[in-house]
């Protein structure tokens, strides 16, 4: 519960706007004026004022509902720096997104959504990012493994440089090291880093083309399944441990295929979030 002493999250303020009320009271009046002058010439000028009176009526009355809307106008501010205060610990907080076809969801995008997320402005103890792969597909779950490390710099590069703009893919096309750039923000630009994530994962396009992808273990689950027809897989690519520092650098990050039959229908990405929620 609230502390009776907390800041507010959120402030309704007022805009000040008289001029703007003058004006809307000005061109009502008129309005208000010529319809009462076409009523009163209606009957020396017939159909055609008429149809004018009842469009300008409309268009009157259309008005007044407008002025109305906006006669108090207000905004809402949001102060999330006052979270802690009012709450004390932060809340844990689960982040989930949803794929199901490496061919017509290109992984690359996908791993762009998670790393945006694993770089929010949270506590990284208290975020986990779970990868709800519907398909079950082992380049899915490839392109995510190999995301790792660049993560692991990704996430404390934006957060040591306040970078607002946190999916790399946008951010590395609209910007670059500026001049007046510090030493360390140079140094630590990683955008050759993720131009090789990027190549690595665009190289593979099916189960052959993933190095090691028999021998490695961490694949085995995937060996002859099919997308609809499968059990559960769940692969921690990353646990973050309070105990290291180095494992601390971002949150949890969790591949889940929840498990599909034949028999059972599995209601496409609706389904497999009501299985992430109903785990959570």
Known sequence: ??????????????????????????????????????LA???????TWLVAFVCESWFAFIWFLYLNARWNRIVYRSHPQHLANTYGDLPAVDMFVTTADPTLEPPIITVDTVLSLLAVDYSVHKLACYVSDDGASPVTFFSFSESVEFAKLWVPFCKKHGVRVRAPSVYFSSTGPQLNSSADFIQEWRHNEYE??????????????????????????FFKIESKNHPSIVKILWENKKGSEQEGIMPHLIYVAREKRPEHPHHYKAGAMNVLVTIN
């Open 1 to 38: 519960m609230a502390k009776s002493h907390a800041l507010p999250l959120n402030e309704r303020v007022s805009v000040n706007n008289t001029l703007q009320r003058l004006s809307d009271v000005v061109i009502l009046s008129l309005l208000l004026s010529l319809l009462a002058y076409r």
């Open 41 to 47: 010439s209606l009957h020396r000028h017939g159909t």
């Open 196 to 221: 090789e994530l990027s190549r690595r994962v665009a190289s593979v396009n099916n189960e052959d083309q993933i190095p090691n992808y028999h021998s490695n273990d961490e694949f085995k689950d």
